[in-house]
């Protein structure tokens, strides 16, 4: 028998997530384990990165480029050019420090570039992730 174990204990994030691997347990099951834990990452990954930077310029800018219904290939197209626009990574920029190191400028950078694509891409209601999944444990099973 096999088992993955995630474990976070730090002063605002307890979390103990376990899944005991027997002979029965299918890859539908492993996966949907492995969902659940992404979506643990994804939020802290969220919550951490917020208590490093001021994101409302990002915030801001999603807001403007998400107004309206998102039915037509045009109007997908325009939030996707939106993303890897030059006013993006304005709005990336404002978020980071100047006495940041150049290393530390790109990773956050590649962070905030994540973060504003994830953010946006969810709330024209792609899915991006498995934040949405209706994932529930039943008698010790993961459904």
Do not use: H
Not at 89 to 96: E, H, L, V, W
Not at 110 to 123: D, E, P, V
């Amino acid at each position: 028998m096999s088992e993955i174990i995630f474990t976070a204990n730090t002063d605002d994030w307890k979390a103990v997530k376990k899944l005991k691997i027997e002979d029965n347990v299918q890859g539908i099951d492993i996966a949907t384990f492995l969902a659940s834990v992404s979506i643990s990452f994804d939020t802290k990954i969220e919550d951490y990165l917020k208590k490093s930077v001021n994101a409302k310029p990002i915030d801001e800018y999603i807001d403007s480029i998400t107004k309206g219904t998102f039915k037509t290939e045009e109007d997908i197209s325009k939030v996707l050019k939106a993303i890897n626009s030059t006013a993006a990574n304005k709005a990336i920029s404002a978020c980071i420090k100047e006495e940041l190191t150049p290393k530390e400028k790109d990773l956050l950078k590649a962070m905030l570039k994540t973060y504003l694509t994830r953010k946006t891409l969810l709330k024209i209601n792609f899915c991006v992730d498995y934040t949405n999944l209706p994932l529930k444990i039943n008698k010790g099973k993961w459904i």
